[in-house]
């Protein structure tokens, strides 16, 4: 995820933690965050990963006058879906095999952050639920208005040959 | 409330419920928060038809958020220093996710912790680990 300018807002910290489930007033009252240890309102964990936003070109948000490959009068807006439906970590389709996160320093409502990435191995491996799996690391440095890193993010993507089958279930 | 070493030790266990019968809302939710409109999240015809899975499903992302709640909730804010996990198994609307991170050492002011959520079934959804400053 690459993004020149991605600028941490309250609004935005206030909408990612509700949809984590999560009311922790440090991530949304600005009152009651500064009495705390953090002494402000800061993002949560996982906040950095909502930097797609700010990326021009991130292939998993529909752009204006562009196909996108979801449904409408049909079931996939392209003739040919990406990969196996596209996804994740991985570039160009697949799914979300693993996230590392290092933090460095507090990521603060106000901050302004820079996200630049780096590509990082690939590796295959037989799958026993999904055939091929063809795995794709990148690393993302997130760093703040005065040049400090601020988290540093390890993505890995998978490719699978097809959909992954479910592990038995008991019946409910 | 930030977590004192003196309280800790290797092998104790949190648990927590992350989120019981997952709505599908609450995918769409995340989808529009983190920026991540893959519709194999939000779009059942897409994720059916097309994709070939039986229905939507959740963002690893979203479970590991839904995760770090957990952790930030016994660490305190801002504490974390490491947090990293491998998407084991997916999570499907309905799901109910209890999440555990336990204590496997505590040296030079951090605290380190092994990290399973796990859905009703029993199946291991996320497993990872993380870190945090800790007070002496």
């Keep these: ?172 | 409330m930030p977590l004192s070493a003196a309280k800790l030790k290797v092998g104790d266990v949190h648990t927590a419920r992350l989120v019981e019968d997952l709505k599908r809302t609450q995918i769409v939710q995340y989808a529009g928060a983190s920026g991540d409109y893959n519709p194999l999240h939000t779009d059942e015809i897409f994720t059916t038809k097309v994709a070939g899975y039986p229905s939507v499903f959740a963002h690893g992302m979203l479970t590991m958020g839904m995760t770090g709640k957990m952790l930030t909730d016994l660490v305190g804010d801002g504490r974390l220093t490491k947090y990293g996990v491998r998407f084991t198994s997916q999570v499907w609307p309905g799901d109910t996710l209890d999440g555990s991170a336990t204590v496997t050492e505590v040296a030079d002011g951090i605290a380190k912790f092994t990290v399973s959520t796990r859905n009703q079934d029993g199946i291991e959804v996320l497993s990872g680990y993380a870190e945090a400053r800790v007070d002496p």
């Design chain 1, 1 to 172: 995820m690459a993004a020149k300018t991605f600028p941490i807002e309250a609004g935005h910290i206030m909408m990612f933690a509700r949809s984590i489930g999560d009311p922790n007033p440090v991530y949304y009252d600005a009152e009651a965050a500064k009495k705390t240890e953090a002494g402000g309102v800061i993002a949560p964990p996982t906040f950095v990963q909502s930097s797609a936003q700010f990326d021009p070109d991130y292939f998993l948000r529909p752009k204006i006058g562009q196909p996108w490959f979801g449904s409408g009068k049909n079931p996939t807006g392209i003739t040919r879906a990406p990969g196996g439906g596209g996804g994740g970590g991985g570039g160009g389709g697949g799914l979300h095999a693993e996230q590392h996160y290092e933090y460095h320093r507090p990521l603060r409502a106000g901050d302004v952050l820079t996200a630049t990435t780096f590509p990082g191995k690939t590796w295959e491996k037989e799958g026993k639920r999904s055939g091929k799996l063809v795995f794709s690391e990148s690393v993302t440095e997130y760093r703040n208005q005065d040049g400090e890193l601020v988290v540093t993010a390890r993505g890995v993507g998978v490719r699978t040959e097809r959909p992954v089958e479910q592990p038995a279930k008991k019946e409910a």
